[in-house]
Nanobody, 122 residues
Framework: VQLVESGGGLVQAGGSLRLSCAFS????????IAWFRQAPGQEREGILC????????YYEDSVKGRFTIASDNTKKQVNLQMNNLRPEDTAVYYC????????????????WGQGAQVTVSS
């Protein structure tokens, strides 16, 4: 299994960014792909997840109404659209995957992307 992230960068508060996670090598029919983020000195937190069995789920209230997750199965890619970004969204963002259902607990996931830095300036 391989997850490759793209996107991220530096944006001003109120701006938008899109992160993409290209996945390959899955041998299971049911799987979940989640986005986590980790700011310096803080724990890794789950923010959104999408699975073949349940659709999408939010795990972080602060991103509701601003972030959305979508799966493009033709491209084997999951996108995280981030709008109205705030300085507190600054973090390294990771996509993760595993067989089965979504979970907000990072130890659930066996497979991880390399991480993408998102920096929001005020």
């Amino acid at each position: 299994v391989q997850l490759v992230e793209s996107g991220g960068g530096l944006v001003q508060a109120g701006g938008s960014l899109r992160l993409s996670c290209a996945f390959s090598g899955f041998t299971f029919d049911d799987y979940a792909i989640a986005w986590f983020r980790q700011a310096p000195g803080q724990e890794r937190e789950g923010i959104l997840c999408i699975s073949t069995s349940e659709g999408s789920r939010y795990y972080e209230d602060s991103v509701k109404g601003r972030f959305t997750i979508a799966s493009d199965n033709t491209k084997k890619q999951v996108n995280l659209q981030m709008n109205n970004l705030r300085p507190e969204d600054t973090a390294v963002y990771y996509c993760s995957a595993d067989e089965g259902r979504c979970s907000s607990w990072y130890r659930t996931y066996a497979y991880w992307g390399q991480g993408a830095q998102v920096t929001v300036s005020s």
